[in-house]
């Protein structure tokens, strides 16, 4: 059985002050579920200071070189002192605006596993794609970007992948819960067929893409949706708890 896991991504929202002030309102979570905020990384300093409930800490961006001539980069090493956890790979914001590549995505997937954080690989095709019936080739594609040659490769503690249509994100169009557990159904498939079937079983599928606390059950309890990966509801503590009651409520 896999807790069910609820990441908030702040994206570029919210000052260091209005992090913590986020954690102060914050009602107390259910043990029951996984929950973690990829915060700005100029509100990790604060963050790391300020008593979080158990929810964990991740950066939305570093770069995967351990040091250099990258101008307004970040590395992991960086990163680490602040008790970041988790990073986000391959999110579409990233990968449409700022152009990162599937090589890239993959370079740094596996620079935040080689360095012990967990990185959440994002995959997710856009309407044009979805309209055309390529939605489960082109995020297959996606991971095997990540995870196609294995060669010397050494997998993170935990596989966390998010579904994150594009066409969902921050338009208030939710795939149907029965969209999105057929897309997580076939990338738990493909990760089978990549990486074996045990690590399949355990990964944790995310849905992302307007959840929010009036959607968020019947996503929740898809088999193979194992949380969420939340933008614009997990801005205010009120609605990021409510996504985790009702999911901890879905999931029995
Ligand atoms: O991109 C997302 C999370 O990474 C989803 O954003 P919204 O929940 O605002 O649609």
């Known amino acids: 059985m896999r807790k ?19 954690f102060d309102s914050l009602p107390a979570l259910p043990a029951e579920v996984d929950t973690a905020v ?15 409930a158990g929810v964990g ?36 914001e990233r990968r449409d605006l ?24 994002c995959v997710g095709e856009s309407m044009a794609i979805r309209e055309a019936g390529g939605a489960e080739a082109h995020t297959r594609a996606q991971l095997d970007a990540v995870f196609g040659d294995m060669t010397g490769r050494v997998l ?4 966390i992948i998010a579904y994150e249509p594009i066409w969902a994100i921050g338009t208030g169009l939710t795939a149907t819960a029965e969209d999105a ?18 690590v399949a079983a355990q990964a944790r599928i995310l849905y992302g893409g307007s959840v929010k606390p009036d959607n968020c059950a019947a996503l929740f309890a898809q088999e193979n949706i194992d949380g969420g990966l939340i ?6 503590p009120a609605s990021f708890a409510a996504l985790v009651e009702k999911g901890c409520a879905s999931c029995g």
């Open 57 to 92: 800490l991740g950066a939305q961006n570093f770069h995967p070189a351990a040091a250099g001539a990258f101008t307004g980069e970040v590395s992991l090493a960086m990163l680490a002192p602040f008790g970041v956890r988790y990073v986000l790979t391959g999110h579409s």
């Open 4 to 22: 069910l896991l609820i990441m908030a991504n702040w994206k570029m929202n919210k000052t260091a002050g209005e992090a913590v002030a986020f």
């Open 98 to 121: 700022f152009k990162e590549s599937d090589a890239f995505v993959a370079e740094k997937y596996w620079a935040a596993a080689d360095y012990g954080m967990m990185p959440v690989l």
């Open 181 to 198: 557990e057929a897309m997580c159904a076939s990338l738990r498939a493909h990760l089978a067929d990549r990486l074996g079937k045990d």
């Open 231 to 236: 933008g614009g509801a997990s801005l205010e």
């Open 38 to 52: 990829f915060a700005p990384l100029t509100a990790l300093d604060a963050l790391s200071k300020a008593p979080l």
């Open 156 to 159: 993170p503690k935990e596989v």
